[in-house]
């Protein structure tokens, strides 16, 4: 199933199907991206990141695709398991002169796994 | 052992009261910074501190100060506190050029009534 995360969505998949969240992000200078994912009552936890000068970067399940002519980013979760639910957040980041970091999130997409 | 940790995990307070909320992180991270979540989830920076200096600051109304005692710790004070301050505030922090992203806190749920 597919998602785009502009808002706080709901992709429902069944167990064993792949998942994919996409996300669209707004500035054209960020250079670096992450996935996150938070489970109900907790901090986000970093997934896999991706930095602008790559497209594609794969992890244990999870891959990550960075599209920057259209400003999009999506993550594809293989084989989906019921702990692959929560909410997942895309991040972009520009740093900043002087040093630290503003990662600015999207808001959200709730995945559901179903039995 | 915790990387990032805040204390309380709940605040519940009335309105007007002043209250804080305190964040430590044993990674030896530069960077500390504070972020609201809203009841829809959503994430927006408020604070970030690099060596204990401030080096963002959105706009957020001069009743929440930040301090940073030391690299290792980042509080959150927020004065005459109102409904609208009820949600769930995370801290992190992050290393250099953000390889591997901010490492967030469990969390302060703060309730307003």
């Known amino acids: 199933g597919e998602s785009v995360g502009l808002h706080l969505p709901t992709l429902s998949v069944q167990e064993g199907d792949n998942s994919i969240i996409n996300c669209a992000y707004s500035?054209?200078?960020?250079?670096?991206f992450i996935w996150y994912k938070q489970e109900s009552g907790k901090g986000p936890q970093f997934i896999i990141d991706?930095?602008?000068?790559?497209d594609k970067r794969q992890g244990q399940r999870v891959t990550v695709l960075l599209n920057k002519t259209v400003k999009h980013l999506s993550l594809q979760i293989a084989a989906t398991q019921p702990g692959d639910s929560a909410v997942y957040f895309c991040?972009?980041?520009?740093?900043?002169?002087?040093?630290?970091?503003?990662?600015?999130f999207g808001t959200g997409t709730q995945l559901k796994v179903e039995l | 052992d915790t990387a990032v940790s805040q204390t309380p995990k709940y605040l519940v307070t009335q309105m007007g009261n002043d209250k804080s909320i305190k964040c430590e992180q044993n990674?030896?991270?530069?960077?500390m910074y504070w972020y609201k979540q809203d009841s829809k989830k959503f994430l927006k920076i408020m604070f970030s501190?690099?060596?204990?200096?401030?080096?963002i600051n959105e706009t957020v109304p001069n009743r929440f100060s930040p301090k940073s005692p030391d690299k290792a710790h980042l509080n959150l004070h927020i004065n005459s506190l109102e409904l609208g301050d009820s949600a769930v505030y995370f801290c992190?922090?992050?290393?250099?050029?953000?390889?591997?992203?901010?490492?967030f806190g469990p969390g302060t749920r703060l309730t307003v009534t």
């Open positions: 991706i930095r602008s000068n790559m």
């Open positions: 992190a922090s992050s290393q250099g050029r953000l390889a591997g992203g901010l490492n």
């Open positions: 990674l030896g991270h530069d960077t």
């Open positions: 500035n054209s200078a960020s250079d670096y």
């Open positions: 991040a972009e980041n520009k740093g900043l002169t002087g040093g630290g970091n503003k990662l600015t």
């Open positions: 501190y690099n060596n204990k200096e401030l080096i």
